[in-house]
């Protein structure tokens, strides 16, 4: 996987200190970060796709097990609850269960059916991992996790965070709640919980990310990300060096993370390969704008001018498809869509934007145009001709 542009990189030296490059991106769009098992050849899979038909209104089992073989592990997860006590106690139900909510970064609650299920003799099926490897990864996991430090809520809206005693966490914890009251304000009441894991050694960061994202090999410049139900953040990079002198600019990249998690956990299956590249990294940024408006946006109009003399501006395929791979503009860029794309409401419009999109299937730009009033082609241009004279 290519190295992304972050956007420290375009920020001065002053605001990062030690470290070339920060990203605070998820993952592009269409990639997720825990690929699925190698199932393209599975005897399993291949019997399930062969047995697809037209489209009918599936219940109950049926649903589960049909939304397990189409990797919809959100929709899994949801379909369950409806699952009678004889139905949740069949082994093939306790793997799958539990393979999702592993899959969304559950592995508490994943532990339990699968040890019911290997209890009933469950052996898996080809092309997944067994249940013994599943547990094996989740007994990991509880080894590399910090402990419960705390536990904010503000009505239904909660983070609870995971933690050992750090010099930076003092300054993060009394800042949280903050991070619940912006979440309200652009999520509303129901934003969903969010774990928050976190770090004071690169290395500490890396094994839990690596496991709890089924991540192999080297993913380079990358301290802190936001995917379903959690964020995962260290302030040091691999050479042991914080990446942030300025409180701001910690903070900001910690909210901008938690806004990944909040909009993939809102809005379910498939929000990474739906959501255009500019504007999950734009919606991030104005998340934290309490803090990047002293730290990042000055930059990023700055840089934006500068970039306009010396290069073309990104095309909306670059900005929609593969933001996180090319030039540095593309973070300012990101931003200045998003800002145009909100200017009449502000953070007000993130829910209905990620409901719409969702009853859509994943029609981003007719959702845009539906609670924005905006197309994306009128967004981009304004964007253009704001520095590309």
Not at 147 to 169: H, N, Q, T
Not at 180 to 199: H, N, V
Not at 296 to 325: I, Q
Request: net charge negative.
């Amino acid at each position: 996987m290519s190295t992304r542009v972050g956007i420290a990189s375009i920020l001065p030296a002053s605001l990062v200190a030690g470290t070339a490059l920060l990203s605070v991106a998820t993952l592009p769009s269409g990639a997720e970060v825990n690929e699925h098992p190698s199932s393209k050849d599975s005897p399993f899979i291949q019997e399930w796709r062969q047995s697809d038909a037209a489209p009918v209104a599936l219940s109950g089992l049926d649903k589960f097990d049909d939304d397990f073989r189409h990797f919809k592990y959100v929709s899994v997860i949801d379909d369950y609850k409806d699952l009678s006590k004889q139905e949740k106690a069949m082994p093939s139900v306790c793997y799958n269960i539990a393979f999702s909510r592993l899959r969304k970064h559950d592995f508490v609650n994943a532990e339990a059916p699968l040890r019911s299920a290997i209890a009933r003799g469950f052996k898996g099926y080809d092309g997944y991992p067994t249940p013994a490897q599943l547990l094996q990864r989740i007994e990991k996991l509880k080894r590399l996790c910090p402990p419960l430090k705390s536990d904010i809520i503000s009505g239904a809206v909660r983070i609870k965070v995971f933690s050992r005693e750090m010099p930076w966490y003092a300054s993060v914890n009394a800042e949280l709640p903050k991070f619940l009251e912006r979440a309200k304000e652009s999520f509303g009441d129901s934003a969903p919980p969010i774990s928050f894991y976190f770090f004071d050694t690169f290395a500490d960061y890396r094994a839990f990310f690596l496991t709890l994202f089924e991540v192999e090999g080297e993913r380079k410049n990358q301290e802190g990300t936001g995917n379903y139900n959690v964020v995962v953040f260290t302030a040091k990079n691999e050479k042991g060096e914080d990446t942030g002198t300025d409180l701001n600019f910690k903070h900001g990249c910690i909210l901008h993370e938690y806004c990944h998690a909040l909009c993939n956990t809102i809005y379910g299956d498939n929000y990474l390969d739906h959501i255009p590249g500019w504007l999950d990294e734009g919606l991030a940024d104005e998340l934290a704008r309490p803090y990047f408006t002293k730290t990042h946006f000055p930059y990023y109009k700055k840089y934006l001018a500068e970039s306009s003399v010396k290069e073309r501006p990104p095309s909306l395929e670059e900005m929609s498809k593969t933001m996180h791979y090319g030039s540095k503009d593309r973070y300012p860029f990101a931003h200045e869509m998003t800002d145009h794309m909100l200017e009449e409401r502000g953070v007000t419009l993130f829910r209905p934007l990620l409901t719409k999109a969702r009853e859509l299937n994943g029609d981003f730009a007719a959702a845009i145009k539906d609670v924005s009033g905006k197309t994306v082609d009128s967004i981009y241009e304004q964007t253009v001709s704001g520095f590309w004279k």
